[in-house]
């Protein structure tokens, strides 16, 4: 039977193979830490590092490699900002679209730093009108933080419109581009923000296990560490060094990770993003054309594929989105995910709550021949309902 992945919102799959052979190539050629020795190998490691990190930088746009600090995940990412940053009275505005990653170390420190969480409730199909946010600023709104995209309907939040509202405010900004790196426009300068946090196993098409962020000069400054010990730099210190990327990088990096997500990086430079674009945008009006013209079928969103990125949740009238799953991997090969998806206010923005979605998303691997091949799965279990 053949297999259909549509999860690529929870990761990529297959990888390209310059990644396995690039995490290969460092774990046989190099194997050693960066930064913790002057020998050739250790040399060799810190220069591939540094070398991700100016690709990265021309890839987001970010002035200076620097700037880029590598993390296990973009989880890790969000809450080095949250708990880095925020303080006792401090007013924090997110979208009712985002992840638990933003939801949960915001609650937590609602109750143990006593910030104020102010979510602005989004339109039902994941929509936010900026000018909410605008709206909502306070004299005390330290952060903003917002999704590019959300995870459960796909659906585009204007990351771009809010950072020309907060480009001259003291109001830091955080865009979390997990859903959105690799495949649409990411430009750390244009967006205004002072973190920009990623992930590499999604879209840039590397590894689980590496991430990062990218911050401004003030956020730097205004930012403490979740975490303190060996860089490699300034040993004789007990203090935590405060320049970049040292500040935040402490122990053994994850340089297989970074050399695996550098791989993936550069095939996308090879295949051009606006390729890659007008692709899922393929995809994803060839599965929202077909899913129209199925009864009993509820699909969530905007439901127009150019204000989403290639992810689709919907669900089946009478059917658990559980079980559909389920039936949809042992009879077609086909693989999604179901339930919550990480994100419950979204999907009690979106009236999915709390039974979920069953959700698709593709990336540049899929083909229509696999969106009609779903499409045909779906309208078989349809039929026999």
Known sequence: M???????????YPRPAQVAEAMLGYLRDIGCSPGRGGYRRALDAARMVYDTRCLLADFFHVPQPEQIVFTPSVTY?????????????????????EHNA??????????????HVETLQCHSDGTLDPLQVQKALRSNTRLVILTHASNVTGTLLPVYEVGDILAHSDTLYCVDVAQTAGSDA??????????????GHKGLLGPPGIGGLCLSQRAV???QP???GGTGSRS???HQPEFLPDKFESGTPNVPGIAGLAAGVRVLQQQGLPAIKEQKTKLTQAFLTGLAAIPTIIVYGTKEASTTTATISLNMDGVDNGDLSFMLEQTHGIMTR??????????????????GTLRFSFGQQNTLADIEDILAGIREIVAER
Do not use: Q, W
């Open 226 to 228: 979740l975490i303190e």
């Open 338 to 355: 179901s339930g919550l998806h990480c994100a419950p206010l979204a999907h009690k923005t979106i009236g999915s709550f709390p039974t």
């Open 102 to 115: 933003v939801i949960r170390p915001l609650t937590r420190l609602a109750t143990e730093r006593k910030i």
């Open 186 to 199: 990411v430009d750390f300068a244009d967006l205004h923000c002072d973190y920009l946090a990623f992930t």
């Open 77 to 97: 990412s969000l809450n080095l900002v949250t708990k880095g940053l925020l303080a006792a009275g401090d007013h924090v505005l997110i979208s009712s679209m």
């Open 2 to 12: 053949k297999e259909i992945y549509a999860d690529h919102a929870a990761t990529t």
């Open 236 to 238: 004789e210190d007990v």
């Open 221 to 223: 400054d205004l930012t």
